[in-house]
Every structure is written in structure tokens, then in C-alpha cells.
């Protein structure tokens, strides 16, 4: 599940933040790129950029809401997570709050307590016909 053959999300990222097992963070952070978490981090994670990717170790926690677009979680999570694009959650997962994503995958172990909210894509509207070409190609009564 996590070892796909297309490469893992952190693999394709040339650079890669760890924050280090007993690391502890008392504030928001916000991150481009990568982020490794085998710390804990208390306060909101918000990723700055569409091709963003947080990973949560299983001896990693997060007491705040996670936004990111990719997200992976092997850890304890004690706030929403929202998962712009794609939310994997690994056979250790426990999260207390709600999810909110596009793309799903949990492996069998994952707990969550909480609402599942599946995220649609914005509808596309289509734009609307300008008035001049609409006049010009009526016929006269």
C-alpha cells in the first residue's frame, strides 16, 4: 500500500524536512515541500503549495488541524485533517477529529473518530455567451 511501484511521496521530493523523534513544536507551522514527522507538533500544520506531502511516523503525533495537499498518517492525530488531493492512512492511525479528502486509502488497523467527508472538485462552469455574439447571430423577426 505505501510502497507503490510509481515511488513513495516523500521519495520524489528533493528535499525533505525531519522533525526528529522527542522534537517538540508548540506553535503553527507551515512547510513546503516535504515534511517527515517522527515528533510531535501542537498547534495547525498548513502546507504552502499544491505539491506538498506530510508524513506522520507511527511514533509521531499532532494535536491540530492538518492542511495539506497529500497526506500520510502512521501516527496519532488529535484534529481535523484535510487532504487536498489524497489522505493515506497506514495500519497505525488513529485520529480523533474529522477528515476531509478527494482520494482515500486506509489499511486495515486505522481508526478513526470522527466524520469521513469525501471532497468533490469545484464544479466548472462554463462561461457565459457574450452579449454582442449572441445579438449578431439572432435572425430578425
Known sequence: ????????????????????????IRG????SGAIYLE?????????????ACLTLSDQGSVIGEIHAPRVVLN?????????????????AAR???NI???????????QINGKMVHQNEAPKR???P??????ANAEPA
Open 75 to 91: 501516527g496519532e492525530v488529535k484534529g481535523d485533517v484535510h487532504a487536498a488531493e489524497r489522505l493515506e492512512l497506514a495500519e
Open 126 to 128: 462554463l462561461p457565459a
Open 100 to 110: 476531509y479528502y478527494k482520494v482515500l486509502e486506509m489499511a486495515a488497523g486505522a
Open 39 to 51: 515528533g510531535r507538533i501542537e498547534g495547525t500544520l498548513r502546507a504552502d503549495g499544491t505539491d
Open 130 to 135: 457574450e452579449a454582442g455574439t449572441a445579438a
Open 28 to 31: 503553527d507551522l507551515t512547510f
Open 1 to 24: 500500500m505505501f510502497s507503490s511501484k510509481k515511488g513513495s511521496a516523500k521519495s520524489s521530493y528533493s528535499a525533505t524536512t525531519l522533525i526528529a523523534k522527542g522534537t517538540i
Open 95 to 97: 485520529i480523533e477529529g
